[in-house]
């Protein structure tokens, strides 16, 4: 039996250690926030040492990768302290838009047109006034893709554009990328909050409480981009079905599936789960996931794909929820997914020639 001294030694010790990294990022940058955490019962403070702020598990395909990761990324070996008053992976994901502050950007917007007369939207983030890279023919472009209902001014996303233009890059943010291989420009990846499986994801957020706090909403938004092109979708498509819709099941089966030409909705739901396409990665890849994310349930993750490719790394935290992971006091700036994103594109376009031959 571990002894009640040895407990109390540890506790003291990372609780001193979370006040001296979070606390000057609390309230105002003041003793408010110091006062609220003195504040707390012994209890609470001895719960959420143990039973919250952990270190994340990194599972790495290679070792070079791993090493890597390890050497250029300190932010992957840290203990993850996620906001004391909303930990909680719904509270986490339902708040970070409210919470987090969103930056100004201004961004240039490219149309390109298709040749089945389709379009793409690019949103350009160019950062002409640069230091590090004053040459735009050498300034590195970070591609970022939202997810699926998101766009160039969700939070989270202009706080990426932040971190990139603090590192001196580009960025353009669009809908698609075309698959090339060994041949494509990338220098690596960064993935976050990604449902691996997409049954499994269905089935989590088919879940009561999950259907009334995501599955209602996401569906009446993705409805909502239907509606707004009727005149053309009509056509097609029994779009007062599709408006019936109570489930991003049912949504899928009665329109998406339908408009991508898949004979069921299970062969949708197979051919978009990114965890059958793993094996074919081949530049560096690093994926963070909270394992109390609702939206992608833990025992979907691709542990085993993952430690059999050697370009691919996969980032757990014990909490963070889906697009979560606030940090601090108050968690108005950068949160512990911002922290990953700018250490790991620093490291790869400043280290990344360490990573050739995986």
């Known amino acids: 039996m571990i002894s009640l001294e040895?407990?109390?030694?540890?506790?003291?010790?990372?609780?001193?250690?979370?006040?001296?990294?979070?606390?000057?990022?609390?309230?105002?940058?003041s003793g408010v926030g110091l006062s609220l955490v003195l504040g707390f019962s012994a209890a609470y403070?001895?719960?959420?040492?143990?039973?919250?702020?952990?270190?994340?598990?990194?599972?790495?395909?290679?070792?070079?990768?791993?090493?890597?990761?390890?050497?250029q990324c300190p932010v992957v070996s840290e203990t993850y302290y996620p906001t004391f008053w909303c930990w909680e992976s719904r509270v986490q994901t339902l708040l970070r838009p409210f919470v987090t502050a969103k930056p100004r950007v201004c961004y240039r917007n490219e149309l390109i047109r298709a040749p089945d007369g389709g379009q793409i939207s690019l949103d350009w983030f160019d950062n002409d006034e640069s230091v590090s890279y004053p040459d735009p023919s050498t300034r590195p472009t970070v591609?970022?893709?939202?997810?699926?209902?998101?766009?160039?001014?969700e939070?989270?996303?202009?706080?990426?554009?932040?971190?990139?233009?603090?590192?001196?890059?580009?960025?353009?943010?669009?809908?698609?990328?075309?698959?090339?291989?060994?041949?494509?420009?990338?220098?690596?990846v960064v993935v976050f909050s990604a449902g691996w499986d997409v049954f499994e994801c269905t089935a989590s957020l088919e879940k009561p409480l999950d259907r009334f706090l995501f599955n209602s909403y996401l569906t009446s938004c993705l409805q909502a981009s239907v509606d707004r092109h009727r005149p053309v979708f009509e056509k097609l498509y029994d779009i007062d079905h599709v408006m019936k819709a109570k489930t991003i099941r049912e949504f899928d089966e009665r329109f998406t599936s339908i408009m991508f030409g898949y004979p069921t909705n299970d062969d949708y739901y197979r051919d978009a789960s990114p965890i059958h396409r793993l094996k074919s990665v081949q530049i560096p890849m690093l994926c963070l996931n909270a394992a109390d994310d609702v939206f992608s349930p833990n025992h979907a993750f691709p542990v085993e794909?993952?430690?059999?490719?050697?370009?691919?790394?996969?980032?757990?935290?014990?909490?963070?929820?889906?697009?979560?992971?606030?940090?601090?006091?108050?968690?108005?700036?950068?949160?512990?997914?911002?922290?990953?994103?700018?250490?790991?594109?620093?490291?790869?376009?400043?280290?990344?020639?360490?990573?050739?031959?995986?």
């Open 305 to 358: 794909m993952v430690r059999q490719n050697p370009h691919l790394a996969l980032l757990i935290t014990c909490h963070g929820g889906h697009i979560g992971f606030l940090e601090g006091l108050w968690p108005r700036h950068n949160t512990y997914m911002d922290r990953v994103f700018r250490q790991f594109t620093k490291a790869v376009f400043e280290q990344g020639s360490s990573l050739r031959d995986l």
């Open 45 to 71: 403070a001895c719960y959420y040492l143990i039973s919250v702020a952990k270190k994340p598990q990194l599972i790495a395909g290679g070792k070079k990768f791993y090493q890597f990761l390890k050497d």
């Open 6 to 29: 040895l407990n109390f030694n540890v506790l003291t010790r990372d609780l001193s250690h979370y006040l001296e990294n979070q606390v000057k990022v609390g309230l105002f940058g």
């Open 143 to 153: 591609l970022l893709l939202p997810g699926l209902t998101g766009t160039s001014r």
């Open 155 to 188: 939070s989270y996303i202009l706080h990426m554009v932040q971190q990139s233009r603090d590192l001196g890059y580009r960025m353009m943010l669009a809908n698609y990328l075309g698959r090339k291989g060994r041949e494509t420009c990338l220098k690596g």
